[in-house]
């Protein structure tokens, strides 16, 4: 067993916490806001002592019983959940969310000739598999207006409101097509690469979009498993599918997926510019999260391989990204970038598990979403500069600290840390290799410090 396997099964943990805590019931509770936040904050902090200084031992599975235990807990749970979760499979209607949803019709209305990003038609989207009023996004405007932050789930008079705005707003847009209701988020808000992955699928036949991002999971997770050394595999597997709440999500439908497993499949061949800027255009052109990682990234390979390889992987990654959204930048160069950038200026309510939570709790002022923004910046600018001094003995914090400044960001949903565990056991079984060496070593109980022929040494990434 890595050592390294005691902090990502106590940030798994944590991250398990902050997901089954993140429900609309507890916002306006401030200890069950502080217990949201305080699972977060244990997440990146043992993620990051992880990745910032990974001890090299590989040590006896009895050294570590109590880690041994709790791994084997987390994949029992997720095991447990995914039983629980066959009857929901069986469903006609699958989809849990808004985004799931809104990715299927976009897809649908592309084939079908359309611009999704000038009008989604959300609320036919939400409409048709039964989701209805309670999985829409509402924006702090039209009869929402009034509300200063997102309400808790149990306040009746919102759920009431919600009902009958989404009601009426439903019957405008069925009667004019290009209606779009001020009171809801109505635009496809994903880049164009989010459309062209879900493409296949439909035209191939799947029913929805849910196999699709299962499948994306599960590449990922054998791809890590299949390039960690073989004596700790089995904690790998283990660690892999302890990520109960990833992996859980996506019976609902988890467009995360996609560009986590890109981002998974670039570190496992960072080497390789060419292919590695493929991926990481890929990624970047299916969801706007990816964005963060793409100068942590980029920098590595610069600082790595020089500037030829800057200018390779920078150049096709860019190639990528315009390739996949040219057709709707021609069809409607405003609509594209007013959907594409509304997650960023749209009034969307504070909403989150990171700095917000404790604001819409009322432990903290609720500030404007400009500070919140502020905030975010001055946060990436110091996890950037961090990196750059560190990135020679810590190159896998760059599959970390990217995710940092969405703590701070007005909009934190849990799904933007979910994946942390899982990106972190990538960095982690790739930058290290064991030690050739043909005297066997045996590991006893008295060994009190680690020793060379039995270690993993760091590799240049």
Known sequence: ???????????????????????????????????????LVVMLVCLFFALRRPASRIVAVRRRRATAILIV??????????????????????????????????????????????????LQCLARPGLGFGATTPLQAGNFWQLHSYPSSSNGLFRWLQWKTFTNELQREVRNPSY??????????????????AIPALVLGFRDLVPLYLIFI???????????????????????????????DGFGGLT????????VFYWLNRERPLLAGLLLGLAAASRQQAWFFVPFLLYLGWRTYGWGDLWRRGGIMAAVFLGFNLQFILMSPGDWLTGVLGPMHDPLFALGVGLVELSTAKILPLWSMTVYG?????????????????????????????????????????????????LAVTAL?????????STPVELTDHDPAPRPRSAFRVVAP
């Open 256 to 263: 995360d997926a996609t560009y986590v497993m890109l981002l």
């Open 374 to 422: 502020a905030l975010g910046i001055v946060a990436f600018a110091a996890a950037f500069v961090y990196f750059t001094r560190r990135w020679q003995s810590s190159p896998a914090l760059a599959m970390f600290l990217p995710v940092l400044p969405l703590v701070f960001a007005w909009r934190s949903l849990h799904s933007y840390f979910m994946f942390l565990p899982l």
């Open 218 to 248: 599960v590449a990922a997770c054998v791809a890590i498993w299949r390039r960690a050394d073989p004596r700790i595999r089995p904690v790998v597997g283990l660690l892999l599918l302890g990520n109960t709440a990833f992996i859980t």
């Open 73 to 122: 807990v987390l994949a029992i749970s997720t095991l447990v959940h995914a039983v629980m979760a066959v009857p929901e499979l069986v469903q006609v209607q699958r989809y849990t969310n808004d985004a799931v949803t809104v990715t299927d019709c976009a897809a649908r209305q592309v084939l079908q000739g359309g611009n999704p990003y000038k009008n989604a038609h959300t």
């Open 429 to 437: 079984v790739t930058l290290y290799r064991p030690v050739e060496d």
């Open 1 to 39: 067993m890595p050592v390294w396997a005691t902090p990502v099964a106590l940030a798994t943990l944590a991250c398990f916490e902050l997901v089954a805590l993140d429900h609309g019931v507890y916002r306006t509770q401030k200890l069950l806001a502080l217990l949201l936040v305080g699972s």
């Open 180 to 197: 779009l209701s001020p009171d809801f988020e109505g635009r496809f808000n994903y880049p164009g690469a989010a459309i062209a992955v």
